[in-house]
């Protein structure tokens, strides 16, 4: 079946630090992959995505690179800030969904950056 | 603009009450989402809708659970006779590109 497995939280931060939250996954297929992040007391929102392999999903100096042949979609970034601090989900899409485009999430992680 | 609101966003329940959660999207969606998130999970799939038509419904929904979109705007998520494995938060989502959903703040169910 198609699942996301990623790095057990909390993580725990200083500000500017440099962040990795992993991810692998087991899909049929060519998925679709996306991080999603929860910001306390707010609904769940996209942070990035990438559709193919090697395709890099950036945004808010986030990155994550999909790579097919690891299974993988880590999340990066160089310097975080206390305003990272959130839960962080990975999810995919299974590529032949018939169209529902039903999300499998992760089981989150959870970010605290200290100033 | 896009938004979701819940309502309502905490509800306590004895076990076997009914309960019923609302979904409104701020603007027109075609497609609309429910999902269920317990605590220390990452969201599950229940139920979503193109339009006013339920065209999936996970196994996750049993008979107890009914989600309606009767004009294709906001939609219910009805439990009925809950039970304490019902407790969780309620999360609905309007789809906004592939893969893309915006998710409301959600309704926290807790069934004593």
């Known amino acids: 079946g198609n699942s996301v497995t990623q790095m057990e939280g909390p993580v725990t931060l200083s500000e500017e630090a440099f962040l990795t939250i992993n991810c692998t996954y087991t899909?049929?297929?060519?998925?679709?992959l996306f991080w999603y992040v929860q910001y306390p007391g707010e609904g769940l929102q996209l942070l990035l995505k990438?559709?193919?392999?090697?395709d890099k999903g950036s945004n808010k100096g986030f990155e994550a690179t999909y790579r097919k042949e690891t299974t993988s979609f880590h999340l990066e970034k160089g310097s975080v800030q206390v305003s990272d601090s959130a839960v962080y989900f990975c999810?995919?899409?299974?590529?032949?969904?018939?169209?529902?485009?039903?999300?499998?999430f992760g089981k989150g992680t959870k970010l605290t950056v200290n100033p | 603009d896009t938004g979701v609101s819940q309502d309502p966003r905490h509800k306590i329940t004895k076990r076997g009450q009914n309960v019923t959660f609302r979904c409104d999207p701020i603007?027109?969606?075609?497609?609309l989402y429910w999902y269920r998130q317990t605590l220390g999970q990452g969201p599950e799939f229940l139920t979503y809708?193109?339009?006013?038509?339920?065209?999936?419904k996970s196994r996750l929904l049993s008979d107890r659970f009914s989600a309606e979109r009767p004009k294709g705007s906001f939609s219910t998520l009805e439990i009925q006779r809950t039970e304490q494995g019902d407790s969780a938060m309620y999360l609905c989502?309007?789809?906004?590109?592939?893969?893309?959903?915006?998710f409301g703040e959600g309704s926290r169910l807790t069934v004593l």
């Open positions: 999810a995919l899409i299974p590529f032949a969904q018939g169209g529902s485009e039903k999300l499998v």
């Open positions: 899909a049929t297929g060519y998925p679709s």
């Open positions: 990438a559709t193919k392999a090697d």
């Open positions: 603007s027109e969606h075609n497609r």
């Open positions: 809708f193109q339009n006013e038509a339920q065209l999936e």
């Open positions: 989502a309007v789809k906004q590109g592939r893969g893309e959903l915006f």
